[in-house]
């Protein structure tokens, strides 16, 4: 550790040993380095995140639940050999969960061993009760510490979860990948992390944490892709059931719901299909496995009936016009 202006401790980390894999050098690179994960992304998706990293920028990724956020976090972590730090955020998250806090049952114990031993030294015993060793590293705080093969992937989720004075603080962390500490001084990344935020839009992120940040929203898929990401991630399934699951995933995405199924569904849907040895939708089979793709009971009792079997109907349709 080194003393920094302020008086403070600082940590500096030691220069990497071994080499981190090189981050892609273009968005071709980059869209298919997410697809070593069997992450199909779009050339959009690629750009950005493309830029984020040749940049140094945090990335916010926006989008409904489910449609892929946090596995673009995951992937990155798992493409890149470099270590995930998640920070799941909720409501009520302080800086004690998320950052750090002091030990303070080890500290207590420390003080009674020193006046045990006849310590007098008030500075000298706040100094030593107050350093690292009973420093309790949170999320954040992991994130900035140097680490052999590169920096971590830090993914701060569902950031909408938490409220403006936490958001607040992030502004530090995001600006100058810092984090200060009262008692002990700044802590400063050497390497910054890889930095992804997402969040569900449950309710609007403050402009001043978007400006620090690259921006994407992730959309649903469009029927191709989707249809290709089941394949890649279902490999069990069907062709004709594969095309029949999209087809009515995306055509329950146009009906007035409280939430439409995301592709986490999509997948869940397929899955549970294919486990059910389904060769072809039929009324009777999407009546009973609704509940794997919506989690409303309202929505589902807007299916009830003859609705479902309405919308195969026209599915198929749709599919048979387009051989």
Known sequence: MRRDKTGGDAYIGRMNKTPARPLPASIDATVALLGEAHYLADRALG????????????????????????????????????????????????????????????????????????????????????????????????????????????????????????????????ADFQITIPEMGTVKAEHPPIVVITSNRTREVHDALKRRCLYHWVGYPSAERELAIVRTKVPGVSKKLSEQVVAFVQALRKQDLFKSPGVAETLDWAAALSELDVVALDPATVSDTLGVLLKYQDDIAKLEGSKVKEMLDEVKSDLRAAE
Not at 124 to 131: A, G, K, R, T
């Open 47 to 174: 750009t950005v995140l493309y830029l984020a990293l040749k940049m140094g920028r945090p990335l916010f990724l926006e989008g409904e639940a489910g449609v892929g956020k946090t596995e673009i976090a995951k992937v990155l972590s798992a493409t890149l050999d470099r270590r995930l730090i998640r920070l799941q955020c909720y409501e009520g998250l302080d800086v004690a969960a998320a950052v750090y806090e002091w030990n303070y049952a080890a500290q207590m114990i420390a003080i009674r061993v020193a006046e045990a031993e006849g310590a007098h030294d008030r500075q000298s015993l706040e100094h030593d009760v107050f350093s690292e060793r009973f420093l309790i590293k949170r999320p954040l705080l992991q994130a900035l510490e140097p680490d052999t093969v590169g920096a971590p992937v830090l993914l701060i989720d569902e950031i909408d979860r938490t409220d403006e004075a936490f958001e607040a603080f992030l502004l530090e962390v995001l």
